[in-house]
Nanobody
């Protein structure tokens, strides 16, 4: 059974930082590209960043320079370090894992709420 479990969300003030974690189980982690997305109320899900097993990364312009995606292949975990948070970063944050071998299946976590407010 495949599971992606996010953690680390919460309520922070503008300018503060948070680190999200996403622990994967039930998959061969090295076969997957992992990514973070978010969805704010009333908006579509937005891509934030991805990272391959070799550490190649790509970021959305909206978070480039503030957010950093990393992964620990030994722990089957992907992280999102979020700095200089703004109120517009308030959303539910999701991790995903896409099989880059044959099936191309995409798995999603259940999401973790991040609220940035003074």
């Amino acid at each position: 059974q495949v599971q992606l479990v996010e953690s680390g969300g919460g309520l922070v003030q503008p300018g503060e930082s948070l680190r999200l974690s996403c622990a994967a189980s039930g998959i061969i982690f090295s076969n997957f590209v992992t990514a973070w997305y978010r969805q704010a109320p009333g908006k579509e899900r937005e891509f934030l960043a991805f990272i391959t097993r070799l550490g190649i990364t790509n970021y959305a312009d909206s978070v480039k320079g503030r957010f950093t995606i990393t992964r620990d292949n030994g722990k089957n975990t992907v992280y999102l370090q979020m700095n200089s948070l703004k109120s517009e970063d308030t959303a539910v944050y999701y991790c995903s894992a896409q099989d880059v071998t044959v099936s191309k299946t995409v798995y999603w976590g259940q999401g973790t709420q991040v609220t940035v407010s003074s």
